[in-house]
């Protein structure tokens, strides 16, 4: 992107100042009714524990095991607290040690490198692509320079790398793969679903993801030691026969004195919460796409926002929207921030100078000393980020055009203060 005047086009008829946005676009779905008198049921039997001391009654969680297994394809998965704790167990039950490299996509989230520094590895940062999916050609170069380490991917914003390439890079560089499907629950890439391309996938349900019991998260994985390590890791103590998708007991037997606990279990309560969310994904899914499609349309139509490209072997679960402002410099991008905050729409900027609220530019973790990453840089500068709440309806998506296109509006007519400069690449 190049530096571009501010002046307003006085060609554009004005747009007028629209209504505020009423739909807070951070709301969550309602934990089905189900859900509700499960867990309440849970806190009158006071059993929310997820094993059983001395009579195995049914968790569940190992129920939620069972089906999301099932539902992703997978053989086995493993509950545990958090998405950014199944990726710490994914590459612990990898056995990646201190001082290895990890390589992950540069565009991410805090605990993706976290679970990198979890183990005591270092994260090496591969470069962003225009489609906001990891750069193909920089991953041939890392993975050549580290071959045989361990590649762990973020489907970014729900955002698919081109799958068949990037396992045939892991192929013939001996990468093992961790995908962090945080973002890409039902999401596929030529049909196969994100989850089942690596040798683990990890899942969050934390509430803005696809699933939602505030906090929690999901390993899967075919493999019967990843899985026995897994189940022993999350904090099973001996009580893995209560796993109901887990391999054979004998499988557990060599691990059983050498596996740490490292206590990341699921708490009933989460997994009564999210068992009746699961038979309502589809559904959930074709309406954040329809949503997606819907602002997309309008977003397209706006001079100085641009979208990324997709592709149309990525079935991708459009619960955010990504785009670019284009011809603003940092001042335009931060004063079309704060116009479309007022009227109710927030918008989260990659390129910040201070990130607010969540960081996701590589620059904010500097405990990883990455080295510089120029086209993550520019992409990153330019880049906003809209969650799509389900509580949204066609004509909310358009209202929000309406308004992202006067904040736009408004942005390029303001002055420019003297001695401001152009500052793409900074965090
Ligand atoms: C891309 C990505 N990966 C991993 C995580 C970690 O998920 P959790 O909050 O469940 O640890 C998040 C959280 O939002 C995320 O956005």
Redesign the pocket.
Known sequence: MTPQSQSHDESRPGRERPARLSVDLATPEPIPAEGIRAAAALMESGALFRYAEIDEIGSPVAALESEFGTRVGRRYAVAVN????A?YMGLHCLDVGPTEAVLLNSW??A??PGAVAHVGAKPVFVETGEDLTIDLNDLRVRAAEYQGSVLLL?H??GHIANMTEVTAICHEHGLRLVE?C??SLGGTWDGQATGTFGEVG?F???T??HLNSG???LLVTDDEEIAARAILASGSYRLHAQHTSRPPLDRFEPFLDQEPNHSMRMNAIAAAVLLPQLPLLEDRISRWRMLYDRLARGLRDIEGIRLPRRDGREHFVGSSLQFWVTGSDHAGIARFCTVADELGVHVKWFGAHRPAG?TSNYRSWSYASASNLPRTDTLLAGLCDLRLPLALDEAGCDHVVEILGYALQEARATPKHPGEIHEEGTT
């Open positions: 958090s998405c950014g704790a990726l991410t989230l605990p993706v973020s970014m914003r962090d945080a973002h990890c969050s349900t934390q803005y993801k906090e929690g998260g969540f």
